[in-house]
């Protein structure tokens, strides 16, 4: 594998790659295994939330819809 076909720097910290030294995984090139383990955790609080912001944005429209099916009594 040549020099030109990976980044010259971490996905997760950006520290310059060393050549005897890099850590590939899920597409991505990282300095140390634990930048690798950064990033799997950033990456999963952020689809945590994305799911959590999801499922209020549901339970929102679900309530909006049961306040229109329900007539209001005067």
Excluded: D, H
Excluded at 11 to 17: D, E, P, T
């Amino acid at each position: 594998m040549g020099i030109g076909s990976r980044p010259a720097s971490c996905a997760s910290c950006g520290k310059r790659l060393n050549r005897k030294q890099w850590y590939y995984r899920n597409g991505k090139f990282f300095c140390k295994k634990r930048c690798f383990g950064t990033e799997q955790e950033k990456t999963a609080t952020e689809a945590a939330k994305a799911a959590a912001a999801k499922a209020e944005a549901k339970e929102k429209a679900r309530v909006a819809e049961s306040a229109k099916e329900t007539p209001a009594a005067s």
